[in-house]
């Protein structure tokens, strides 16, 4: 058991190899040789995955292994994906290798063995997936509506927590890679894809959807997952978002105040945290008797004007009932706060209850 411990801390040196400039040198042996491996850690998983001290201990050593731990037991089920993911977007491989791990995409030895596709099949089908998404039409020639891309991202952040639920309920937080992979992208593009997973989720087509494109199979299979489930996938996703005051504050701002009115309808903490963000905005807006409006007192702190604050509380009212009720509960109780004032321009709160549909 030592020796296979030793043999899976390469598993972090074999990826990282696998995204260097170092495979400039490698020919379609050395090629052979990488994949052999990624299938020998596939083994592992498979044979260890339904025994849980020994999934406990490769997974503990793997994570030893690296120094920002980003892969855990069940990434050990994925090698060959991962592998053949990282050195097609890798364009410091040589064409012989090149060619052959093309043809090892497209005549994966598993594939037609089985009623579902496997490793090397499903990730061809992906990347063909993810390339078709982007491609421009013609004519005439424009790019497909961003929807589709951000909602086929969440749909595969969603198969990605799915595959780690197991690791996370054992380990009783975060899946380790999630913090990393989000931070690491662009924070407007991660934003929305959080924004978009979280919507799927309650639209009821998020988890059905994702479980068809996890890793055992690329259709849909039909089964419904339980609430349970699906609450806890949007804990972790909320438990992120809502991690970082700054990182909030940036997601509010990114999205259209109607879909934000629409989350905060259905996830009543990130509805709490919204609407404390919004009452600290408007804290910052002081009344201009010479134009006769509300204006930003601090460009820093208050980041909507009063127009848009205004269509945010509107959002809110229009949204539900129950949201509305909440809303209107908030705003009253700040207007206490200000001396309960019914006069225009000596209280926000005042002017926003007056003028949103409350």
């Known amino acids: 058991m030592e020796a296979v411990l030793g043999q899976l801390e390469q598993l972090p040196a074999l990826l990282a ?13 050395t090629l052979d040789r990488a994949l052999e491996w990624a299938r020998y850690f596939q083994h592992l998983h498979d044979r260890f995955r339904a025994r849980p001290q020994l999934r406990e201990a490769l997974g503990r050593r793997l994570r030893q292994s690296q120094p920002y731990p980003l892969f855990g037991f069940s990434a050990l089920g994925r090698c060959p994906q991962l592998l053949g993911l990282a050195l097609l977007e890798n ?3 040589p064409p012989a290798p090149c060619r052959r791990l093309l043809r090892s995409l497209l005549q994966c030895p598993d594939a037609g063995t089985g009623p579902e596709p ?46 780690e639920e197991q690791e996370i309920r054992e380990a009783a937080g975060h899946p380790r890679w999630l913090c990393g ?9 991660a934003l929305q894809v959080v924004a978009a ?67 905060a309808d259905h996830y009543p903490q990130l509805s709490r945290s919204y609407l404390d ?16 409006r509300w204006v930003k007192s601090c460009l820093n702190k208050a980041k909507l004007s009063w127009e848009e604050l205004r269509q945010c509380f509107n959002c809110l009212c229009q949204e539900s009932a129950l ?23 000596i209280s926000v709160w005042t002017d926003l209850l007056m003028e949103v549909d409350c």
Do not use: M
């Open 17 to 29: 190899v696998s995204r260097s400039a170092l495979v400039r040198d490698w020919d379609s042996l």
């Open 91 to 93: 364009r410091a491989l």
């Open 118 to 163: 496997r490793g090397l099949e499903l990730l061809a089908r992906r990347k063909a997936a993810a390339s078709l998404l982007v491609l421009p039409r013609r004519p005439p020639r424009r790019l497909p509506a961003p929807e589709a891309q951000l909602q086929a991202e969440a749909q595969l952040l969603l198969s990605r927590l799915q595959e």
């Open 181 to 189: 992979i989000l931070e690491q992208l662009p924070q407007p593009r």
């Open 197 to 263: 997973a979280l919507t799927l989720l309650k639209q009821g087509r998020g988890t059905e959807q994702a479980r068809g494109w996890g890793r055992n199979g690329s259709s849909l299979d039909g089964s419904q997952t339980s609430a349970a489930e699906d609450g806890c996938t949007a804990r972790l996703l909320l438990s992120w978002l809502l991690g970082s005051q700054e990182r909030f504050s940036a997601f509010c701002l990114c999205l259209p105040s109607s879909h934000l009115a629409f989350l």
């Open 277 to 292: 963000l919004l009452t600290g905005w408007g804290s910052h807006l002081i009344y201009d008797p010479l134009q006769g």
């Open 323 to 345: 949201l509305k009720e909440q809303t209107q509960a908030v705003l009253k109780h700040l207007r206490t706060q200000d001396g309960d004032f019914k006069v225009c321009g």
